[in-house]
C-alpha cells in the first residue's frame, strides 16, 4: 500500500502515469436498455469516466448444469482500480442477472493524456 500510494505520488508530481492505476471493467448486459440504464447510473455516480456499449454478441455458457446461449451487449467500463470493488458492488445491487458477469483487467500501458482524462472524468465535484 505505500508504494501505491509513493507511486500515486510521483505520479501527480511528474504528471507521469504508473502501470495498473487504471482498469477496464467488462459486464454483460441482458439488452441495450439495461446496458445504457447501467452506463449512466455509473458515470453518474463518479464511478467510472467512459463506458463503451458493444453491439450484440452470442454467447454460450453453463448454467445450472446445462448449456446456454443468449444475445448480450457488452460494457467496457474504464474506472480507476481503486474504484472496481464499490462499481462491482453497485454493478450487483442493480444488474437483472443473479449472477453478472464482472470482472476487470488492468491497463498497462497507453497515452498519459487520455490516463489524465480519465481521472478528471471521476472528480467528485
Same mark, same amino acid.
Given at each position: 500500500m505505500?508504494?501505491?500510494l509513493s507511486l500515486r505520488l510521483h505520479?501527480?508530481?511528474t504528471g507521469s502515469y504508473f502501470s495498473g492505476a487504471h482498469s477496464i471493467v467488462f459486464? &454483460?448486459?441482458? &439488452? !441495450?436498455q439495461v446496458a445504457r440504464d447501467i452506463a449512466r447510473a455509473i458515470l453518474n455516480k463518479k464511478l467510472a469516466a467512459s463506458v463503451n456499449i458493444l453491439?450484440?454478441?452470442s454467447s454460450l455458457y453453463f448454467w445450472k448444469g446445462e448449456i446456454e446461449e443468449a444475445t448480450e451487449i457488452?460494457?467496457?467500463i474504464k474506472t480507476k482500480t481503486s474504484k472496481v470493488l464499490m462499481l462491482s458492488s453497485y454493478i450487483r445491487l442493480v444488474h437483472p442477472f443473479e449472477i453478472p458477469e464482472v470482472f476487470s483487467l488492468p491497463m498497462d500501458?497507453?497515452?498519459v493524456h487520455y490516463f489524465k482524462?480519465? !481521472?478528471e472524468g471521476m472528480e467528485e465535484d
Amino acid at each position: 500500500m505505500l508504494r501505491t500510494l509513493s507511486l500515486r505520488l510521483h505520479s501527480a508530481i511528474t504528471g507521469s502515469y504508473f502501470s495498473g492505476a487504471h482498469s477496464i471493467v467488462f459486464v &454483460n448486459c441482458p &439488452n !441495450e436498455q439495461v446496458a445504457r440504464d447501467i452506463a449512466r447510473a455509473i458515470l453518474n455516480k463518479k464511478l467510472a469516466a467512459s463506458v463503451n456499449i458493444l453491439p450484440k454478441s452470442s454467447s454460450l455458457y453453463f448454467w445450472k448444469g446445462e448449456i446456454e446461449e443468449a444475445t448480450e451487449i457488452l460494457l467496457l467500463i474504464k474506472t480507476k482500480t481503486s474504484k472496481v470493488l464499490m462499481l462491482s458492488s453497485y454493478i450487483r445491487l442493480v444488474h437483472p442477472f443473479e449472477i453478472p458477469e464482472v470482472f476487470s483487467l488492468p491497463m498497462d500501458q497507453g497515452d498519459v493524456h487520455y490516463f489524465k482524462w480519465l !481521472e478528471e472524468g471521476m472528480e467528485e465535484d
